[in-house]
Nanobody
Framework: QAQLVESGGGLVQAGGSLRLICAASGGAFISHSMGWFRQFTGKEREFVAA????????AYAESVKDRFTISRDSTESTVYLQMNSLKPEDTAVYYC??????????????????WGQGTQVTVSS
């Protein structure tokens, strides 16, 4: 019954911000590692950011570095992706995923075994 549910997507103008939320239930955070991926229309799903705990080690794709921030709220079993300075090329479906990496962040989809349903982010020019 482990489950991840994303929310917070929507339509925003270029230069604006969104905060994506990944809510976990049924022990979905037991792996101690989480990632955000995105999928552009007609393209393969690609890595965005990852985090593990309790040390809070993070990693980011070059395309979002210095604009996006991944964080975790352990009390509420929630992972966030704060997205600032959004660009039209950020338009995609964003997915939250749970994995099992411990030290080195895994940046490929096969490193994660539980996925949310996705939330649409659309950035207008």
């Amino acid at each position: 019954q482990a489950q991840l549910v994303e929310s917070g997507g929507g339509l925003v103008q270029a230069g604006g911000s969104l905060r994506l939320i990944c809510a976990a239930s049924g022990g979905a955070f037991i792996s101690h590692s989480m990632g955000w991926f995105r999928q552009f229309t007609g393209k393969e799903r690609e890595f965005v950011a990852a985090i593990n705990w309790p040390l809070g080690r993070t990693a980011y794709a070059e395309s979002v570095k210095d604009r996006f921030t991944i964080s975790r709220d352990s009390t509420e079993s929630t992972v966030y992706l704060q997205m600032n300075s959004l660009k039209p090329e950020d338009t995609a479906v964003y997915y939250c995923a749970a994995g099992s990496w411990k030290v080195v962040p895994i940046m490929t989809t096969d490193g994660y075994n539980l996925w949310g349903q996705g939330t649409q982010v659309t950035v207008s020019s």
